[in-house]
């Protein structure tokens, strides 16, 4: 039996036979359902900077909720500069949710649009302690070989550059999201390995093993 990984979704993402969904809730517009250990669905949790402001940013509150076992991530979380919200506000929160990150031993999803140089040196200031997850990356190889200079992860969705998916792949550093897609997520899994010239079943194995390491999940459906 496949198991997708749906590495980026949200809560309204209907649930697929033979996937394990990270489901992403922005704390300060959504709340988290009750703990759900034991299913094939775990959380992430983060302040989205589209809807920041100062006076939200509790960081005991987010610490409370990223403490959750069915918790394997904090975000989405990031830099956008399309949104309203400053960016210096942007910054804070992600330096907050960096340092709950680290504290309790997780990775970041992050949101980046139009800032890269501003995540790049963020990466730098920080170090690479804490594994961070570019979401729903859309970027052509020179930038995806740059943010694996870094050690990031890419995550692909519904649209992608070939030619950057070959190399992230390759990196064994790729991720793949159904974030708000109409498509599911084992589709999106046919679609890239198509573009990869390989099956579905390779590619399911190592993005498995690729998810399993970073997430830190063991009560996913096993493959057979």
């Not at 997708?4 to 949200?10: D, K, L, Q, R």
């Not at 992608?160 to 991720?175: I, P, R, T």
């Amino acid at each position: 039996m496949l198991l997708y990984c749906n590495s980026h979704c949200h809560l309204h993402t209907p649930q697929e036979a033979n996937a394990w969904q990270l489901i992403s809730v922005d704390v300060t517009t959504e709340a988290i359902p009750a703990p759900s250990i034991g299913t094939t669905q775990s959380y992430s949790v983060g302040w989205h900077p589209w809807y920041l402001s100062e006076e939200k940013l509790h960081k005991e509150d987010l610490m409370s909720l990223a403490s959750r076992e069915d918790v394997k991530a904090l975000g989405e979380c990031g830099l956008d500069r399309l949104a309203s919200t400053p960016l210096p506000i942007q910054e804070q929160a992600l330096m907050l949710q960096w340092h709950i990150a680290h504290e309790l031993n997780k990775p970041m999803i992050l949101h980046v649009v139009r800032a890269w140089s501003e995540i790049l040196a963020f990466r730098k200031r920080v170090g690479d302690e804490v594994p961070m997850v570019i979401h729903g990356f859309r970027g052509n190889a020179q930038l995806a070989a740059q943010l694996l200079s870094h050690g990031f992860f890419l995550s692909f969705g519904e649209h992608f550059n070939q030619e950057a998916a070959k190399w992230v792949y390759s990196a064994g550093k790729m991720l793949l999201e159904s974030d708000d897609s109409a498509l599911s997520i084992s589709q999106i899994y046919a679609n890239m390995a198509q573009a990869l010239c390989t099956t579905i079943a390779p590619l399911c194995s190592s993005l498995y093993e690729i998810n399993a390491s970073l997430f830190d999940f063991s009560t996913a459906k096993s493959r057979e």
